[in-house]
């Protein structure tokens, strides 16, 4: 094939980034929430605990050590069950999109558990397995892992089957095509399993120290609302919503770097 | 004719069974000379994908003999490079990494692969987006990487399926030039499958027409014209001529049905 000189590029487009005008807008958007709130509670509209006073339990609970105490036995037990199911969920998934007759056979089970609110389980986890930490993670687990199987297994059988042929005429095994073509065009969909997982595993977490727990944001909410203690309530509201964001965007980013390749529209 | 490189004896290729069983190809016979350049045309559902895919491996043939180098084709392998329509580059990895890709099943050392995929890369004038990922290149480009990452692998018969149908036509007939220049100067075999009358015309030395529903070998049309063929070759006379025969052959029995 002879030289050219043509150069034709097209520029991908830019996804959305953190620039300087969206990061204002969001902390104007958060100002002026808090600002209506503050509002409420000086107009006397409601028996809301002001923004100042939330603020000032959670320094004291920060300073106390409390807070961090919760915070880590919540992030623990989310982080131990939403690993095991993520660990789980990649080779199951890709048993699932891969054989068809393993499909067939473990599907009406993850159909069947999905349905079933991981909450639901704890009465019989808690029977079963005890009142220690186990139920609380397998509850965990079974959550991320419901979510995380999902889309793996729809990541496999979605691989484009043109990315497939191509390895084969090219002379690929089939070890080879599923090492080199089927895990990497499915790393974008596990990925988006792994974010709903974690998602799912927050929000079981936070509902399971709720009903059955002795440490944990959950768990001290519940103790709050016993004690009518709403600055406490907001305090674990908040700290439950920030690190819930910071996860999610620790696998956003992540995600980002290991499919930049992807076309994005 | 000597020993052909691709030899279709009686090939029929039947899809599904029973009542949804659907006659792609019936008793299509066909061979294409070791050096030879031939495109396929033909209407939708005429098969010629389909031929090209039983050559290439990917799919099995219900009956009579494909064979490539006088030996049945049984499943794929890098003897035949195919170049799809669609691309086909793997998105995850870098414009030279696609190449490397087939280079490195074969077993070829790091600096031995980089240096070939850096030469073919170089023949389609993308050494310089050796490290760019598909997704930053046009069309025009991907479709250069993806003929680059054929041709490192050496094969011996090139099987191209509408490789030029998805650009605009500018860089249609950039390409088909430099596929005519480089057929000149290695003649490799190639199968070329079109919709585009002109297309087939231009690049072959045979023009073969398929006939659909089912697909069968309607006529096979001499393209006597002189390689290389330039640009001047495209507003002859006798390449419209040609082409005006490939045109009734292509359109006839639709017209007939109509």
């Known amino acids: 094939m002879s030289l050219i000189s043509d150069v034709e590029t097209a520029e991908p487009k830019r996804r959305w980034r953190w620039d300087p005008g969206n990061v204002a807008w969001g902390v104007l958007s958060f100002a002026g929430g808090i600002g209506l709130w503050w509002l409420a509670t000086v107009a006397g509209f409601s028996e809301l605990p002001s923004p100042w006073t939330v603020l000032t339990r959670m320094i004291e609970l920060g300073i106390d050590g409390q807070l961090w105490g919760d915070m880590y036995a919540s992030l623990r037990r989310v982080l131990i069950g939403f690993a ?17 007759i393993a499909r067939v056979i473990i599907d009406p089970w993850i159909q069947f558990f999905r349905v079933i609110p991981p909450l639901a389980i704890i009465p019989l986890a808690i029977v079963t397995l005890g009142i220690d930490e186990k139920p609380k993670t397998f509850v965990i687990f079974l959550a991320a892992f419901l979510s ?99 996860m999610d965007r620790i696998v956003v980013r992540t995600e980002e770097r290991m499919t930049h390749w992807q076309e994005r529209v | ?71 049945p084709v049984s499943g794929p392998g890098p003897d035949r490079g195919v170049i799809f329509q669609q691309y086909a580059l793997f998105p995850w990895l870098t414009v030279r990494e696609n190449v490397e890709f087939g280079l490195k099943l074969q077993g070829l050392g790091r600096q031995e692969r980089r ?7 170089g023949l389609v004038g993308l050494q310089d987006f050796a490290e760019s990922y598909p997704k930053t ?61 002109d297309e087939a015309v231009f690049i072959a030395s045979r023009v073969v027409v398929l006939a659909a529903r089912p697909g069968r070998l ?32 292509v359109y006839r029995r639709d017209a007939q049905a109509a």
Not at chain 2, 219 to 243: G, Q
């Open chain 1, 84 to 100: 095991l199911g993520a660990v789980l969920a990649v080779p199951v998934g890709f048993l699932m999109g891969w054989y068809r």
């Open chain 1, 148 to 246: 995380a199987v999902v889309s793996t297994y729809q990541g496999v059988v979605s691989v484009d089957k043109t990315y497939i042929n191509a390895a084969r005429v090219l002379g690929a095994s089939d070890g080879t095509i599923f090492a080199r073509v089927v895990i990497p065009a499915s790393t974008p969909f596990i990925l988006v399993g792994f974010r709903i997982g974690l998602g799912s595993a927050w929000a079981t977490v936070v509902a399971a120290e709720l009903i059955a727990a002795q440490s944990g944001l959950g768990f001290r909410m519940q103790q709050a609302q016993l004690y009518y203690d709403l600055p406490t309530i907001f305090v674990s509201l908040v700290a439950i919503g920030i690190l819930g964001l910071l």
């Open chain 2, 1 to 71: 004719m000597a020993d052909p490189k691709i030899a279709f004896r009686n090939v029929s290729k039947v899809f599904g069974t029973g009542a949804d069983a659907f006659t792609a190809i019936r008793d299509l016979t066909l061979e294409i000379a070791d050096g030879e350049i031939v495109t396929v045309v033909g209407p939708s559902g005429c098969g010629k994908s389909t031929a090209m895919n039983m050559v290439a491996g990917l799919i099995p043939h219900s009956s009579g003999e494909v064979l490539v180098d006088g030996r």
């Open chain 2, 115 to 121: 240096k070939r995929a850096m030469h073919y890369l």
């Open chain 2, 137 to 197: 290149l046009s069309g025009g480009m991907k479709q250069r990487c993806a003929i680059a990452r054929a041709y490192a692998v050496n094969p011996s018969v090139l099987l191209m399926d509408e490789p030029f149908g998805a650009l605009d036509a500018l860089t249609r007939v950039t390409l088909q030039n430099q596929l005519l220049d480089t057929w000149s100067k290695d003649r490799r075999t190639v199968m070329f499958i079109t919709h585009d009358v």
């Open chain 2, 218 to 249: 309607q006529e096979i049309i001499e393209v006597d014209l002189p390689y290389p063929r330039d640009e001047e070759v495209r507003l002859s006379p006798e390449f419209m001529e040609i082409r005006n025969r490939v045109w009734r052959a």
